[in-house]
């Protein structure tokens, strides 16, 4: 086959693939087993499995590897076998490795991947956090409430086991609205259950965070609303209103509460004139 120099990472790694693998390739928290040499560019061998019991296995994303060899390690399939040649910014850098490799040295590095689990990574969980939250819509709609709710604190607890150290910003900001928006389902479910007490501290939790969020405003007026205190509600709910008019929930559940406050002023009028009438 060609053996054809890719360029990877601005130009920083360099990959050379000598027999092409199959399948699939990592991903981030991929766990992988790997055989490898690692050399200088005039060949001094400074590493490989050979001088340890068994071959290496890690998982991608943790830096238990140098960068370099965690970027090159995704661009390879089962049973690929590459050398990269890493700049040292991307391998160790200013520091002293051994007795070999000297500060700022560029190194080489031939890589056999034996396997790939993808059991546990990164895809893997977001996809079990999208299925359990849509098994909790799903319940949502069907009126099954506590059932909904359930499916719903296991996608907050499922969010305790992306470790954030090795997240992008984008995947942190994926973590952080999924968990708004769980949090904001479970309010809604528990209006649902005419639980509003319990269901206002799920909205907190969400405006701790995200004090616009309309979606948790809104739910936290109902709650204070059913709760008895109306016009605390309608001062909640107006004052979202008047920032976005175009959300029309908002007037619908204004114009409800006034009606509650007049049918309440109306009860407390027929009960003192039926006082009057017992004197």
């Known amino acids: 086959m060609s053996q054809e120099i890719i360029q990877l990472h601005n130009n920083q790694i360099q990959k050379k693939i000598i027999k092409e693998g199959n399948g699939e390739f990592p991903t981030k928290l991929s766990t992988v087993v790997i055989k490898y040499e690692a050399t200088t560019l005039d060949g001094k061998l400074f590493d490989s499995t050979r001088f340890r019991k068994g071959n290496f296995k890690f998982q991608v994303g943790f830096h238990r590897v140098i960068e370099g ?25 200013a520091e002293h490795v051994g007795t070999v490799v000297e500060p700022n040295t560029t190194v080489v590095f031939e890589i056999e991947l034996l396997s790939i ?8 969980k977001f996809n079990l956090l999208n299925d359990t939250k849509s098994e909790g819509n799903t319940l949502f709609k069907e009126g099954q409430y506590d059932p909904a709710i359930v499916k719903y604190e296991k996608c907050l607890e499922l969010m305790k086991l992306f470790p954030r150290t090795v997240l992008t910003e984008e995947e942190k900001e994926k973590i952080f609205e999924a968990k708004k928006t769980n949090l904001s389902n479970i ?25 616009e969020n309309e979606k948790a405003i809104y739910r936290k007026g109902i709650c204070i609303g059913e709760e008895g205190d ?35 002023q109306e009860r407390r009028k027929q009960m003192q004139k039926n006082l009057l009438k017992k004197k």
């Open 187 to 211: 309010s809604m479910a528990l209006i649902k259950l005419k639980k509003y007490q319990i269901s206002l501290k799920y909205c907190e939790e969400v405006l701790k965070t995200d004090p």
């Open 117 to 124: 689990d993808k059991t546990n990574d990164l895809e893997s």
């Open 69 to 93: 060899l965690e970027i090159g390690i995704l661009t390879m399939k089962q049973n690929e076998i590459s050398i990269f040649t890493i700049a040292p910014d991307l391998a160790y850098g």
């Open 230 to 264: 109306f016009k605390k509600a309608i001062e909640i709910l107006t004052n979202a209103y008047n920032l976005n008019p175009k959300n029309n929930s908002f007037k619908i559940k204004i114009k409800y509460f006034q009606k509650r406050i007049k049918k309440d």
